[in-house]
């Protein structure tokens, strides 16, 4: 199983950027999609952006125009580019390897910590 870290998040005001990695080990990272989500208490996760092995992207409502996924796959290292972050983008981050559903994505293996992202006004 790949097993997944993630990291970057902090303090920004609205407005401004912040780069959240998620970092990998494991033998089948090249060949996993991953996604990013996002959970605030009493929500349920909210898939924001994923990104297949093959670096096809494909992005949530919220995250349209604003964050951007990328792969490198030497460092076995996925992004979240994230800009013009409002207060609504507070939440707690995660990222988790994705199967292919007839109807979507579903997260397949287990949640870390995640990292915080608080947006100040």
């Known amino acids: 199983q790949v097993q997944l870290v993630e990291s970057g998040g902090g303090l920004v005001q609205a407005g401004g950027s912040l780069r959240l990695s998620c970092e990998a080990s494991?033998?089948?990272?090249?060949?996993?999609?991953i996604g990013w989500y996002r959970q605030t208490p009493g929500n349920q996760r909210e898939l924001l952006a994923g990104i297949t092995y093959g670096s096809s992207a494909i992005y949530s409502e919220p995250a349209k125009g604003r964050f951007t996924i990328s792969r490198d796959n030497a460092k076995q290292t996925v992004y979240l580019q994230m800009d013009s972050l409002t207060p609504e983008d507070t939440a707690v981050y995660y990222c988790?390897?994705?199967?292919?559903?007839?109807?979507?994505?579903?997260?397949?293996?287990?949640w870390g910590q995640g990292t915080q992202v608080t947006v100040s006004s």
């Open positions: 988790n390897t994705m199967r292919r559903t007839i109807v979507g994505w579903d997260p397949e293996g287990p």
């Open positions: 494991g033998r089948d990272f090249i060949m996993s999609h």
